[in-house]
Each structure stands twice: as C-alpha cells, then as structure tokens.
C-alpha cells in the first residue's frame, strides 16, 4: 500500500513541477467586439514608439519541495530544480524526459522534530524521492527539513506543523436521473478540530479516463494517481461552513461519466499557508492552460527554494456510487 502512494506521489510532483515553475506572461484577454479592437489598434499605431531591443534573462534554478505524510507514519520529500519558461526553446515540447531530469537524487535531506534528527533515504529506485519513518508521531509537532544537494551545492531549508488527520464520517454519491449529463451528488459530512481554524482539500477520483476533464489535469493525476486512477474534483475550504456542534456537511455537483461503480475520495487537512499554495496553483492551471492565464506567484514556506513543504495527512475513502 505504502508503495502505490509512493508512486502515485512521484507522478503528481512531476504535474506539479510542469506548471508550478513557469513564468509565463499572459496575453491581453479584452471581451472587446473585434471591431472595436481594430479601431483602437489603427488609433493607437500612430502614437506607438519604435521598438525597442529586450532581454530578458530567466530566474536561476532552485530546489523545489513537495511532501506529506503517508501510512504508518512515513514522511515523504521529492526534490527537484525549478526551471523557468523562458529558459526551454518550446514549452509545448516539454517531455517527461525532461521532467525526469530536474530531479534531484544525490542530496542530504535531514529532519529534525522533538529533539530528533532522521535522515531522509531515497525510496526505491524512484528518482528525486526521499523518505523515514517518524519516531514521535504527536499532532501540532514542529517539523524542520533541511536539504543539500551536492551537484549543485545549493541548500533549502523550511518549517512545517503537523496537522490532524480528519477522516470523512459520512459520505453519499449518487447519479443523477439523466444519462447524458452524467452529472452526481455528493454530500459528505466530518467533524471539524475544534480551537483551531482549518483548512481542507477534497479530491475525488474515478477509475476510467472521463470524458470532461482536461488532458492536463488527467494526465497529471493527483496524490494517488497510478494510471488507472483519475482526478475529477478538486476543492479547498476552510471551517468557516462548520456548525455549531463543529461539524462540516458540504454537497456538491460533479460530472462523474464512469461506467465503474465505485470512485476514491480523499479528504485532506492543511495548513493555511499550504491552502494558499493550492489556490495559487488553482489560479495557474496546468502548463497548457497557463499560457492564456496570468502570471501567478506561488506562495512557499521554503527558504532559498521554491514549491511547500507541508505535513499533511490524506484519509481516502472508497465510495459506492448510488444510482
């Protein structure tokens, strides 16, 4: 089990470093009749300055982190180098070859909690991936990394708190009386850690490629893509919707086209900085739909680095779909 996520967590950091790291400048999106934007473009060429050459230099590479924490307690950090768009030739020609060779698999990870300090080892033969199994496990617990990669001699180092796991009490999915829609209910229920303000993410998956969901994102996957497991729904909240016995109830409307009976939802709780992480990367899109977005600034708790080292705990559940 501990491998799948592994495995699965190692694809998402690849989606992740694709459209994460990109500086791209968006063109102007004007909801402005054609017309109009002729007459605006021949009124203005008379007022328009001569050219003028530009150079633009791209951001030098830098550690990028990702992370969580898995079953049985196991910590889990992939490491590789950010790279701008402005450094590749095409960005369209962008490979998993080239993905592949940003990861970083040479370099000391420490990790330092509670008055212990773990070393990180690579797991596996799976490039850029780092892990250890916590010998105090204690929800809130302060957790620093420290990273040094000897082929580039940069280091990174960051902070992080462990968060509660917050597992679904109660959830329903059920189709909708329409065969062309394809459309679902889902309503779920949880109790909310009390004393705190929490934030969340919700991802549900299906188990055959959907029809209405971009390439991107599908090809990318999420924390437990395996090729055969589809990401469909993403949503962050906070505990603002909560009542008053600290319970959360939410439903939603999601487009669910499997002829598979059954779809993985997972429930994560996070901390507020790697919630505005996540609403960040929301806003970019993927490395495609990047191109006609704005530029956006990730938010990162990583010093000397770029991406979120977070300690967050997925709960997932199997769901049977209700017709």
Avoid at 154 to 182: K, M
Wanted: hydrophobic share 40%; net charge negative; aromatic share 10%.
């Amino acid at each position: 089990m501990l491998m799948r996520y592994i495995t699965s967590f190692a694809k998402e950091v690849r989606h992740l470093n694709r459209s994460l790291f990109l500086e791209i400048t968006s063109p102007d999106k004007s909801g402005s009749p054609r017309w109009l934007l002729l007459f605006t473009i021949l009124l203005l060429q008379a007022c328009v300055p001569e050219n003028l050459p530009i150079s633009v230099q791209p951001d030098e590479s830098k550690i990028a982190v990702a992370s969580l924490v898995g079953p049985e307690e196991i910590v889990v950090v992939s490491l590789s180098k950010s790279f701008s768009a402005l450094s590749a030739e095409d960005i369209l020609d962008i490979s998993d070859n080239f993905i592949e060779r940003l990861l970083i698999d040479r370099a000391l990870v420490t990790l330092n909690y509670q008055g212990v300090t773990d070393t990180l080892e690579s797991i596996g033969d799976i490039k850029g991936l780092y892990g250890t199994q916590l010998e105090i496990f204690e929800d809130y617990q302060v957790m620093e990394l420290s990273v040094f990669d000897s082929t580039t001699s940069f280091s990174v180092s960051s902070q992080s708190v462990l968060q509660p796991a917050v597992a679904i009490d109660s959830i329903s999915i059920t189709r909708r009386d329409t065969t062309e829609s394809f459309l679902t209910d889902v309503k779920l229920s949880f109790d909310d850690p009390p004393g705190v303000d929490n934030y969340y993410v919700l991802h549900m998956y299906q188990f055959t490629p959907p029809e209405f969901t971009e390439e991107d994102s599908t090809n990318g996957g999420g924390l437990f893509f395996q090729g055969n497991n589809y990401l469909i729904f993403e949503r962050i909240f906070t505990d603002r919707g909560a009542d008053e016995n600290g319970r959360i109830k939410r439903e939603d409307a999601i487009f669910f086209d499997s002829p598979v009976d059954s779809a993985l939802v997972v429930l994560t709780n996070i901390d507020e900085g790697y919630y505005n992480f996540l609403e960040a990367r929301g806003r970019s899109g993927g490395i495609i739909s990047s191109l006609a977005n704005e530029p956006v600034n990730h938010p990162t708790n990583i010093n000397n680095g770029v991406g979120y080292f977070s300690a967050h705990q997925p709960r997932a559940r199997l769901v049977i779909v209700e017709e």
